[in-house]
Nanobody, 120 residues
Framework: QVQLVESGGGLVQAGGSLRLFCAAS????????MGWHRQAPGKQRELVAR???????NYADSVKGRFTISRDNAKNTVSLQMNSLKPEDTAVYYC??????????????WGQGTQVTVSS
């Protein structure tokens, strides 16, 4: 089994910054893509940012230039630096990872989510 544990959410004023952190542990042979998604009340979960094992990134248009995703392959961690936060960034943020297990099967794992609230 693999566990993803997130931290770093909270309440911040518009224009402020937060950094989310996610650590993967368990039966991990390697990790392919890692990413952050978010889900606001009454809305579908959406991709925020994704990073490959080689460091290539892509972002939702709504966060480009404000958010930065990074990872540490040696530690199986991924971070999301969020700057210039807006009230519309308010959501539960979920970490996910495509993990190769020791059985040579890829599986998609999700964290439990961390709340980010941006006040106006």
């Amino acid at each position: 089994q693999v566990q993803l544990v997130e931290s770093g959410g909270g309440l911040v004023q518009a224009g402020g910054s937060l950094r989310l952190f996610c650590a993967a542990s368990g039966s991990i042979a390697s990790i392919n893509d890692m990413g952050w998604h978010r889900q606001a009340p009454g809305k579908q979960r959406e991709l925020v940012a994704r990073i490959t094992s080689g460091g290539s990134t892509n972002y939702a248009d709504s966060v480009k230039g404000r958010f930065t995703i990074s990872r540490d392959n040696a530690k199986n961690t991924v971070s999301l630096q969020m700057n210039s936060l807006k009230p519309e960034d308010t959501a539960v943020y979920y970490c996910n990872a495509i993990v190769l297990g020791f059985d040579r099967v890829y599986r998609n794992y999700w964290g439990q989510g961390t709340q980010v609230t941006v006040s106006s």
